[in-house]
């Protein structure tokens, strides 16, 4: 009976590394990749002897594509293959894979490791999510760098400085937010009252209409050259 992981790990150096090939391809590679490592163990210098018949089980990929993405993930120095006389054996180049304290026995003593600390265990699906959000952001909007970090610019400050993988993206979305901050705290006038200022200074500044001012002053008269009436005399 072949012994497997727990879990499966997924670093993100291997990730963005597959980002050459892309697309489908990258999604095969990433299928066959965790395939190989269920069985690739530490203690085995990441190594393990599987027949296509195998990996097609767990990947429900057709024989071909197999083939074709062992074939890609040599060339992209990710796996190494090793030609014996009962088949092939893999092995997974231990700069993909992240350092492993040590093997579990059972599921038993899988659960009680990883779940001891249940604040760690929240922190981690926290940085997943936030990373895959920053990650689909810069993926979606490839080739317009003002929409990617106009974008990045509106995920919480907290989100963006625990992210380690796009320091040059996150810098430039840091500063946005910034900028965008200051200007809500800004106090604009009203174009209106501009406008109407703008007005009153282009009156007063013109000498007949200042002429007219004084006159109807001095002739008790209105704005409209009518008289204004006095007061009546109180009863």
């Known amino acids: 009976m072949i012994k497997t992981r727990g879990f499966l790990q997924l670093t993100y150096v291997l990730y963005h590394h597959l980002d050459k090939v892309g697309g489908s391809k990258k999604a095969n590679c990433l299928s066959v990749y965790l395939s190989l490592m269920k069985y690739c163990w530490k203690s085995n210098d990441y190594r393990a ?8 089980k767990d990947t429900k990929l057709s024989r071909t594509t197999i083939h074709r993405t ?12 090793i ?14 894979v992240k350092f492993e304290k040590g093997m579990f026995k059972n599921e038993t003593s899988m659960y009680k490791n990883e779940t001891s600390n249940v604040s760690n265990v ?5 940085t997943l999510i936030y990373n895959n959000t920053i990650e689909e952001i810069i993926k979606n909007n490839r080739g317009n760098q003002q929409l990617i970090i106009d974008n990045l610019a509106k995920l919480p400050l907290t989100d963006l400085k625990k992210d380690k993988n796009n320091p040059y993206y ?19 006038v009203p174009p209106q009252k501009i406008l109407q200022a703008l007005k009153s200074i282009s009156k007063n500044s013109n000498p007949r209409y200042r002429e007219k001012v004084s006159y109807n002053k001095r002739n008790n008269l209105d704005y409209k050259g009518n008289p204004i009436a006095k007061d009546k005399d109180k009863m």
């Open 49 to 56: 002897g599987l027949r296509h018949s195998t990996i097609e």
């Open 170 to 188: 996150v810098k430039l979305a840091i500063q946005r937010k910034q900028e965008l901050q200051a200007n809500e705290k800004k106090t604009y």
């Open 83 to 96: 030609k014996g006389r009962s088949g092939k054996t893999y092995q997974i180049n231990p700069k993909f």
């Open 122 to 126: 929240k922190t981690l699906v926290e």
């Open 70 to 81: 062992l074939q890609t993930l040599t060339k992209l120095n990710v796996i190494s293959t």
